[in-house]
Nanobody
């Protein structure tokens, strides 16, 4: 079993930055792919950014140019640097970790990001 612990959410004003972190509790498993997803009230959960084992990344159009996903394999941690935040970025952000050897994935508990105008 892998538990994901997220941190870094909060309340900021438009234009400011936040950095989210997500750490996997167990080092017995190798995380292949990491993803950050978000869910705003009344909306479906959506992928914001993903980073794969070799470091290649992909972003939602809404995140391109403002958000950067990175990973530290030694720490089993993924980060999401969010710059130039907008009120429409307000959501609960969840990290997701894919463990290919298990054929499964894990989710964090979510961290609230609120951007005021």
């Amino acid at each position: 079993q892998v538990q994901l612990v997220e941190s870094g959410g909060g309340l900021v004003q438009a234009g400011e930055s936040l950095r989210l972190s997500c750490t996997a509790s167990s080092r017995d498993f190798s995380i292949d792919d990491w993803g950050w997803h978000r869910q705003a009230p009344g909306k479906q959960r959506e992928l914001v950014a993903a980073i794969h084992r070799r470091g290649n990344t992909n972003y939602a159009d809404s995140a391109k140019g403002r958000f950067t996903i990175s990973r530290d394999n030694a720490k089993n941690t993924v980060y999401l640097q969010m710059n130039s935040l907008k009120p429409e970025d307000t959501a609960v952000y969840y990290c997701n970790a894919v463990v290919a050897a298990e054929g499964t994935d894990y989710w964090g508990q979510g961290t609230q990001v609120t951007v005021s105008s």
